[in-house]
């Protein structure tokens, strides 16, 4: 028997479904992660400034960044119209959302590992599958 939903939960989900309702449909431009003030909307401080960070050493190598496409989607290009979002509880302030969607015909799975700061949720780390291989946001900034 399922658990009933938490306001923790509910709060969560909201958080995950705001970020992904500006990468739906046809015309959908996301979220433009350029500045420091967005990442740390989204992100959790120590992950917001290693992409601040690979951005600034990209830039000063003229050299494109390690992320170098959107996250949230895990691509540079994308045409999705619609996302399945569920969001479980790990922990207390923490949370995994799994997002499944079509992107131009191919289908894809997104984790996000959640954490909450000063209240709020954030992200502190995306889950991508590669060949079937699981690929961090962390890892890739690290490497």
């Known amino acids: 028997?399922?658990?009933?939903?938490?306001?923790?939960?509910?709060?969560?989900?909201?958080?995950?479904?705001?970020?992904?309702?500006?990468?739906?449909?046809?015309?959908?431009?996301?979220?433009?992660?350029d500045n420091a003030a967005t990442l740390r909307r989204y992100f959790d401080p120590s992950l917001a400034t290693l992409i601040v960070d690979d951005q600034r050493n990209a830039a000063r190598r003229n050299e494109a960044p390690k992320l170098d496409g959107d996250p949230f989607v895990d691509a540079q290009d994308w045409e999705i119209p619609d996302f399945d979002i569920a969001v479980a509880d790990s922990s207390p302030g923490k949370a995994t959302a799994t997002v499944n969607f079509v992107n131009q015909g191919e289908p894809a799975t997104v984790v996000l590992n959640l954490t909450t700061v000063n209240a709020n949720w954030r992200i502190s780390d995306i889950v991508w599958s590669h060949g079937g291989k699981a690929e961090t946001l962390r890892d890739r900034l690290a490497h």
Do not use: N, Q, T
Request: hydrophobic letters at 50%; a positive charge.
């Open 1 to 33: 028997m399922a658990s009933p939903a938490r306001a923790e939960d509910a709060s969560a989900l909201a958080f995950v479904k705001g970020i992904y309702a500006a990468y739906k449909g046809k015309s959908a431009k996301g979220i433009p992660l």
